[in-house]
């Protein structure tokens, strides 16, 4: 097979823009239509057929973080709305009497979500380390062992977990939880963190041994920080499962320690399933992922081809 | 600045036996450079002394002490890697500033500013102190690394092959500079090199290593002029030493096998005739391919020869070395 190093010629590089732009129409569409659904109301949001421009409205995001009564015309008329939210809820003659649990199982969900990601990128770079800088015995066994925990979709074992869980207590706690994403993290972690620590040529923490550091300040001053890009990549995908994870939300929590995935589809309005206002939830739920990928994004872009090492 | 002794070190990686019972004492404040072919054991000889590697038997002692279980950093030497191993995520300063800043000195800021400024000044890196350690040139980083060495005043110094990949002009200056440093300062300098001018040029002793073994130690021109095998004899000299079969000369003592010609050992214009080949003009000498006998002689003539290629020439041996069948020189 040969390659050729010749730069493409002008129709190539069109047919390969459209192609490139008309696969991001397609992945971003649905983002965009849940996006532009929880800025409708109530009856634009079910209309039939669909409406792709119709009246803004805030009432998705109130509905979404309120709880609300239906009020009588003389209540209506003795409360007047003092704020814009409270405006918005008192046209469609509602009252809010309180915060919704929303606020609360989105902060369960930052908490389980960062906690597990630190846990597992943590525990992953000491692990990874040590498979490839040590003479450990069995090491290959161990490494098989470990990614074999993928090897079957994690909800396989959901009842032997359940039944531990509850056994142990954990059930709907927050360390609970963090335990079990970090424990299905681990895997993915400590294989890829131990490819980007192989790329790190062991000269390096040689030269700081000799320099008159100890093995683990060599491994923080020298290692760490060039493994920097291997560890936000990393932590970029374990962030991602735990955060999106819905099946052993909705087996294992369902109050204390309830993550927003279970919390978001439940989230039903007077007049039946309050559409905008999911759709608010699952916009909102987009952002902090979407922030620490782009936080990240620097590191991910850097390269390893920075290296001061002559292969 | 330290004696290195070193004490029937043996290490072997599975089946390859690296080092095979090698004991050597570097004396205090001497440049020693390790000759031998890759795979000769320079290189894991190095390690063992710096503590990155342990023997599997044998001992070594620096300055006395015995550095059994000792770290590298416990056992006080500075080291120098073939591959410049700068910290890549450092500046040029930071990366000089690195050993003099570890837990063991801790050195303070002044006497750190003083001392890098003075190694950035011999090494002519001082306008690249701020600049990112990969944003330097090959011959550039390794001067840096050796700066790392050089700011430290270790037990010993151990350097694997500094300056090869180095062009020919740096690596004449850094050659006397390493020198007229080690020179200076007393230093003890464990060197690995497979450059023959490098050991001539600053070693106050060589130690040939073949597969493991210690087969020669002495000062660059006793092994020269009284090589103990024809492998320690090929080490040095430029061109080579010439190998052949005893007896196409005359006189060979009983048990030799081959006789070994440096250029120096060839009285030309008298005994028997050989053919030149080829003559090569180098500027300050000239080359002489001859053939004799069917076999190859390469020698050195008057750089103005008016020899030239099919010209017959005639050759004597004078004072040469013997080996017999082992390779082992015949006294």
Same mark, same amino acid.
């Given at each position: 097979?040969?390659?050729?190093?010749?730069?493409?010629?002008?129709?190539?590089?069109?047919?390969?823009?459209?192609?490139?732009?008309?696969?991001? /129409?397609?992945?971003?569409?649905? +983002? =965009?239509?849940? &996006?532009?659904?929880?800025?409708?109301?109530?009856?634009? @949001?079910? !209309?039939?057929?669909?409406?792709?421009?119709?009246?803004?409205?805030?009432?998705?995001?109130?509905?979404?973080?309120?709880?609300?009564?239906?009020?009588?015309?003389?209540?209506?008329?003795?409360?007047?709305?003092?704020?814009?939210?409270?405006?918005?809820?008192?046209?469609?003659?509602?009252?809010?009497?309180?915060?919704?649990?929303?606020?609360?199982?989105?902060?369960?969900?930052?908490?389980?979500?960062?906690?597990?990601?630190?846990?597992?990128?943590?525990?992953?770079?000491?692990?990874?380390?040590?498979?490839?800088?040590?003479? /450990?015995?069995?090491?290959?066994? +161990? =490494?098989?062992? &470990?990614?074999?925990?993928?090897?079957?979709?994690?909800? @396989?074992? !959901?009842?032997?977990?359940?039944?531990?869980?509850?056994?142990?207590?954990?059930?709907?706690?927050?360390?609970?939880?963090?335990?079990?994403?970090?424990?299905?993290?681990?895997?993915?972690?400590?294989?890829?963190?131990?490819?980007?620590?192989?790329?790190?040529?062991?000269?390096?923490?040689?030269?700081?041994?000799?320099?008159?550091?100890?093995?683990?300040?060599?491994?923080?001053?020298?290692?760490?920080?060039?493994?920097?890009?291997?560890?936000?990549?990393?932590?970029?995908?374990?962030?991602?499962?735990?955060?999106?994870?819905?099946?052993?939300?909705?087996?294992?929590?369902?109050?204390?320690?309830?993550?927003?995935?279970?919390?978001?589809?439940?989230?039903?309005?007077?007049?039946?399933?309050?559409?905008?206002?999911?759709?608010?939830?699952?916009?909102?739920?987009?952002?902090?992922?979407?922030?620490?990928?782009?936080?990240?994004?620097?590191?991910?872009?850097?390269?390893?081809?920075?290296?001061?090492?002559?292969? | 600045?330290?004696?290195?002794?070193?004490?029937?070190?043996?290490?072997?990686?599975?089946?390859?036996?690296?080092?095979?019972?090698?004991?050597?004492?570097?004396?205090?404040?001497?440049?020693?450079?390790?000759?031998?072919?890759?795979?000769?054991?320079?290189?894991?000889?190095?390690?063992?002394?710096?503590?990155?590697?342990?023997?599997?038997?044998?001992?070594?002692?620096?300055?006395?002490?015995?550095?059994?279980?000792?770290?590298?950093?416990?056992?006080?030497?500075?080291?120098?890697?073939?591959?410049?191993?700068?910290?890549?995520?450092?500046?040029?300063?930071?990366?000089?500033?690195?050993?003099?800043?570890?837990?063991?000195?801790?050195?303070?800021?002044?006497?750190?500013?003083?001392?890098?400024?003075?190694?950035?000044?011999?090494?002519?890196?001082?306008?690249?102190?701020?600049?990112?350690?990969?944003?330097?040139?090959?011959?550039?980083?390794?001067?840096?690394?050796?700066?790392?060495?050089?700011?430290?005043?270790?037990?010993?110094?151990?350097?694997?092959?500094?300056?090869?990949?180095?062009?020919?002009?740096?690596?004449?200056?850094?050659?006397?500079?390493?020198?007229?440093?080690?020179?200076?300062?007393?230093?003890?300098?464990?060197?690995?090199?497979?450059?023959?001018?490098?050991?001539?040029?600053?070693?106050?002793?060589?130690?040939?290593?073949?597969?493991?073994?210690?087969?020669?130690?002495?000062?660059?021109?006793?092994?020269?002029?009284?090589?103990?095998?024809?492998?320690?004899?090929?080490?040095?000299?430029?061109?080579?030493?010439?190998?052949?079969?005893?007896?196409?000369?005359?006189?060979?003592?009983?048990?030799?096998?081959?006789?070994?010609?440096?250029?120096?050992?060839?009285?030309?214009?008298?005994?028997?005739?050989?053919?030149?080949?080829?003559?090569?003009?180098?500027?300050?000498?000239?080359?002489?391919?001859?053939?004799?006998?069917?076999?190859?002689?390469?020698?050195?003539?008057?750089?103005?020869?008016?020899?030239?290629?099919?010209?017959?020439?005639?050759?004597?041996?004078?004072?040469?070395?013997?080996?017999?069948?082992?390779?082992?020189?015949?006294?």
């Amino acid at each position: 097979m040969s390659y050729s190093v010749t730069e493409p010629s002008k129709p190539q590089k069109w047919i390969a823009g459209l192609l490139v732009a008309a696969y991001g /129409i397609i992945t971003i569409l649905p +983002l =965009l239509w849940i &996006i532009s659904t929880s800025f409708k109301s109530q009856n634009d @949001a079910i !209309a039939y057929p669909p409406e792709v421009f119709s009246e803004f409205t805030l009432g998705g995001y109130v509905n979404l973080f309120t709880t609300q009564t239906r009020q009588s015309a003389e209540a209506l008329e003795a409360n007047p709305p003092e704020t814009w939210y409270d405006e918005i809820v008192h046209e469609r003659g509602m009252a809010i009497v309180g915060p919704s649990r929303f606020g609360e199982r989105f902060m369960n969900s930052v908490i389980i979500g960062f906690g597990s990601t630190f846990l597992s990128v943590f525990l992953g770079t000491l692990a990874a380390y040590a498979f490839s800088r040590f003479r /450990i015995p069995l090491k290959d066994d +161990l =490494l098989f062992f &470990i990614l074999s925990t993928r090897m079957m979709p994690p909800i @396989a074992v !959901a009842i032997p977990i359940f039944l531990m869980f509850r056994g142990l207590g954990l059930s709907d706690t927050h360390a609970g939880m963090i335990l079990l994403y970090t424990a299905v993290n681990l895997s993915l972690s400590v294989w890829l963190l131990k490819g980007f620590i192989d790329e790190i040529p062991r000269e390096y923490e040689e030269a700081a041994l000799i320099d008159g550091y100890t093995r683990f300040q060599a491994f923080y001053k020298v290692v760490l920080p060039q493994a920097a890009t291997g560890i936000a990549s990393t932590a970029i995908f374990c962030l991602i499962f735990a955060w999106n994870e819905y099946a052993f939300a909705v087996l294992l929590t369902s109050g204390n320690a309830q993550t927003a995935p279970p919390f978001i589809p439940t989230i039903i309005g007077v007049t039946g399933q309050d559409w905008p206002a999911v759709a608010a939830g699952a916009t909102i739920f987009l952002v902090p992922v979407m922030v620490f990928t782009i936080l990240l994004r620097k590191h991910l872009l850097r390269g390893i081809t920075f290296g001061a090492v002559r292969k | 600045m330290a004696e290195v002794r070193l004490t029937g070190i043996t290490k072997t990686f599975g089946a390859t036996v690296a080092l095979d019972d090698v004991t050597m004492t570097v004396p205090d404040g001497s440049f020693v450079v390790l000759l031998g072919p890759t795979g000769a054991g320079k290189t894991t000889l190095l390690r063992m002394v710096s503590g990155l590697d342990t023997p599997d038997r044998g001992g070594v002692q620096i300055d006395g002490r015995d550095m059994a279980g000792l770290t590298p950093a416990q056992r006080n030497v500075a080291m120098v890697f073939q591959q410049y191993s700068l910290y890549p995520h450092l500046t040029v300063r930071q990366n000089l500033e690195f050993p003099l800043k570890s837990p063991i000195l801790k050195t303070p800021q002044p006497e750190i500013d003083r001392k890098v400024g003075q190694i950035a000044e011999v090494l002519q890196i001082s306008h690249k102190l701020d600049n990112k350690a990969t944003a330097l040139s090959g011959g550039e980083m390794q001067r840096v690394s050796i700066g790392r060495a050089l700011v430290r005043n270790p037990a010993v110094f151990l350097m694997d092959e500094p300056l090869s990949s180095l062009d020919a002009k740096l690596r004449a200056d850094l050659r006397i500079e390493l020198k007229s440093i080690q020179a200076e300062r007393g230093a003890t300098l464990l060197y690995v090199t497979h450059d023959q001018i490098e050991a001539m040029t600053m070693a106050t002793h060589v130690g040939v290593l073949d597969r493991g073994k210690l087969v020669q130690f002495g000062s660059p021109r006793e092994i020269y002029e009284n090589p103990v095998s024809i492998y320690a004899a090929s080490r040095l000299g430029q061109p080579r030493i010439n190998v052949l079969p005893a007896d196409v000369f005359g006189g060979a003592p009983a048990r030799a096998v081959s006789i070994g010609l440096r250029p120096e050992m060839i009285v030309q214009g008298e005994g028997e005739e050989s053919f030149v080949q080829r003559v090569e003009h180098l500027g300050d000498q000239t080359r002489l391919h001859l053939r004799f006998r069917s076999h190859d002689i390469v020698t050195v003539t008057d750089a103005h020869t008016e020899l030239k290629s099919g010209d017959i020439l005639r050759i004597r041996p004078h004072n040469p070395f013997y080996f017999d069948a082992s390779g082992a020189r015949l006294a």
